[in-house]
């Protein structure tokens, strides 16, 4: 069993950055990939970026490619999303998941509660 926490939302002006941090608890962290999803207001959850058990490969929506990066420490059992060049429509609120390795939500077993994202022009 994998309990997942995120932080490091808020609101921030368009073209600066954030930091999101997800920690895990349980010792199935390092044995499991990774991923970042995102929902905004009257729209579906979204795929944003996954990482390997190892952190040696990563994968990313086009919308966020260049900008976003993804990344993990396993001695600290938490995953990363580094989170440049803000546009207002990266405004949503933003989940980790884990147990998966895909781009779809519903092939993660693991979900944090989300933290919210508001990016203003």
């Known amino acids: 069993q994998v309990q997942l926490v995120e932080s490091g939302g808020g609101l921030v002006q368009a073209g600066n950055s954030l930091r999101l941090s997800c920690v895990a608890s349980?010792?199935?962290?390092?044995?499991?990939?990774m991923g970042w999803f995102r929902q905004a207001p009257g729209k579906e959850r979204e795929f944003v970026a996954v990482?390997?058990?190892?952190?040696?490969?990563?994968y990313y929506a086009d919308s966020v490619k260049g900008g976003f990066t993804i990344s993990r420490d396993n001695a600290r059992n938490t995953v990363y999303l580094q989170m440049n060049s803000l546009k207002p429509e990266d405004t949503a609120v933003y989940y980790c998941a884990g147990g998966g390795l895909g781009t779809k939500a519903d092939e993660y077993y693991y979900w944090g509660q989300g933290t919210q994202v508001t990016v203003s022009s």
């Open positions: 990482i390997n058990r190892s952190g040696s490969s990563t």
């Open positions: 349980g010792r199935a962290f390092s044995s499991t990939g």
